[in-house]
């Protein structure tokens, strides 16, 4: 049960992962990013904090949680040795930044851009895409502590209000 759980998180996060690099594509052709590269760098570093936020929200990052980080795109660990010295840079990353995510990314502020000269919804599907691997990251450990769901919860807020101050359709689909 554990394992058909484990695999299907990983299904999940890689269909998000299609999602915002399919967002990604539109953008680049629309001229927002000069390159493909350009972008993923912004959103994988935008994703790694905000992954590493929720899953240090209870004050643990398990194992199954740093495992739906690394599905989800952070990369470069291998090791315990590279697990427990990644965990260590996120937790003090974490204190010397947590405000990085009370503002929305320049990737969505850029989709909401698209969205209002195309009439696509870009915005509401990278929001639905973050959202998802951020819910994937609270349960990954099976024990969703109210930590977590209390800033998931802000986090869905923020976004909410940004996609209604942008006027943009198709608002937050996760429910």
């Known amino acids: 049960m554990l394992e058909s759980f484990r695999r299907r998180m990983a299904e999940d996060l890689e269909e998000w992962c299609r999602t915002l690099d399919d967002a990604g594509a539109r953008l680049v052709a629309a001229g927002a990013y000069p390159t493909i590269d350009a972008y993923r760098r912004e959103v994988a570093a935008y994703i790694a904090h905000l992954l590493a936020m929720v899953a240090a929200m209870d004050g643990d990052i398990s194992p199954d949680e740093m495992l ?11 090791t315990a040795r590279d697990y427990f010295g990644a965990i260590e840079g996120m937790q003090h990353d974490l204190m010397h930044r947590s405000e990085a995510l009370d503002e929305p990314p320049l990737f969505l502020e850029r989709a909401a851009d698209h969205d209002l000269a195309h009439g696509t919804a870009l915005a509401a599907t990278l929001v639905d895409a973050l959202l998802g691997m951020a819910e994937a990251v609270v349960v990954a450990d099976l024990a969703a502590d109210a930590s977590e769901r209390v800033f998931l919860l802000g986090y869905r807020r923020r976004l909410a209000a940004f996609l209604d101050e942008r006027g943009v359709e198709g608002g937050i689909r996760r429910g």
């Open 68 to 78: 739906a980080m690394l599905f989800a795109g952070l990369g470069g660990v291998s």
